[in-house]
């Protein structure tokens, strides 16, 4: 059997028992990153062979299958959050289902609906991208951002935030923006403001960042 498992978002308690209890049974665990797993392993005294797996990694497809059709238990701890959301996993899935081999999903902590719980306009349908756009694309994705009658979600690092704040503000400061930092952490900020309103100083660049643009018909005065 092959797992699917989320891993924390921030807090190292967000991980759930049922993952606990399917790690522990695992032959070897692929991680993205084994320094971030072996991270969490050691939080709860768990010793387990870690694999690094990456969107490089599809070399290494083969020996899984034959791993899993040798009966072994196996899963890809997600370095944060759930997996299937901006991780190398989908490839995997694919050769596994393709393959007749069982497969299952541990749900559990994730950025993007933690945002979600927090969001103060209809969510029932919305937009995820993933990561915001590096370099090519980020003015085209803001003239949909402008148009989007649903919110439109993403995630951005450190390193870009505030360049992407002044794209937005320069472009659409009248829409409201949601913005989640170091989210389940110690500092977690949660803010909501025009983009406009917004002030540099206020948003620390560290840890990682999940954004929610408000839909068009949701600009308002928020006081």
Not at 134 to 146: A, D, L
């Amino acid at each position: 059997m092959f797992y699917f498992i989320a891993g924390p978002i921030g807090n190292l308690k967000d991980v759930t028992l049922r993952s606990l209890e399917v790690i522990k049974q695992c032959d070897y665990l692929l991680c993205e990153d084994t320094r971030q797993s072996a991270k969490i392993l050691s939080h709860y005294n768990i010793n387990k062979k870690l694999v690094s797996f990456n969107q490089y990694s599809g070399h290494k497809i083969e020996t899984i299958l034959e791993d899993l059709r040798q009966g072994k238990t196996i899963g890809l701890l997600s370095d944060a959050g759930t997996t299937g959301l901006c991780d190398p996993g989908g490839l995997l899935a694919q050769s596994i289902l393709h393959s007749g081999l069982e497969l299952s999903c541990l749900p559990g902590p994730s950025a993007l609906t933690a945002l979600i719980c927090v969001a103060p306009f209809p969510c029932s349908e919305f937009t995820f991208i993933g990561y915001f756009p590096k370099k090519k694309g980020r003015n085209k994705m803001v003239e949909e951002f402008k148009k989007s009658k649903k919110p439109v979600f993403f995630f951005e690092s450190p390193h870009r935030i505030h360049s992407t704040l002044a794209l937005l503000k320069k472009e659409m400061p009248d829409r409201c923006i949601l913005i989640g930092r170091e989210l389940t952490k110690k500092f977690e900020q949660i803010i909501y403001k025009e983009i406009s309103q917004i002030e540099e100083e206020e948003l620390i660049a560290k840890g990682e960042f999940v954004l929610a643009i408000a839909p068009c018909q949701e600009n308002k005065n928020i006081g």
